[in-house]
Nanobody, 124 residues
Framework: VQLQAYGGGLVQPGGSLRLSCAIS??????????INWYRQTPGSERELVAG??????????KYADSVKGRFTISSINDGNTQYLQMDSLKPEDTGVYYC??????????????WGQGTQVTVSS
């Protein structure tokens, strides 16, 4: 199973980006339990900015205080791509964004995976 984050880029303050997290290698029968998005800046640890859990078809999302009201994580669906919508971006949102997922497959059970990051730069 592999996760790959993409969709980053350079955007002006106040702009928007939608990041995608593509999940592959699962086979046709799998379940996504949890999707988290982390942000990392040079010299800092990865910071959890948004996460969503699927429990009995209910999706429960959580956000870091710094992004509440501006970022929206997509509900966990049956597809292979999950999203993070980022609006009203600020320079302090700059960083490398990673997706992390707990994915269940018949062969491995539930396992945590990290995707490669995508750079987001907010600057005028």
């Amino acid at each position: 199973v592999q996760l790959q984050a993409y969709g980053g880029g350079l955007v002006q303050p106040g702009g928007s980006l939608r990041l995608s997290c593509a999940i592959s290698g699962t086979g046709s029968f799998f379940r996504i339990n949890i999707i988290n998005w982390y942000r990392q800046t040079p010299g800092s640890e990865r910071e959890l900015v948004a996460g969503i859990t699927s429990r009995d078809s209910a999706n429960s999302a959580k956000y870091a205080d710094s992004v509440k009201g501006r970022f929206t994580i997509s509900s966990i669906n049956d597809g292979n791509t999950q999203y993070l919508q980022m609006d009203s971006l600020k320079p302090e949102d700059t960083g490398v964004y990673y997706c992390q997922g707990s994915v269940w497959t018949p062969c491995l059970g539930s396992v945590w995976y990290w995707g490669q990051g995508t750079q987001v730069t907010v600057s005028s």
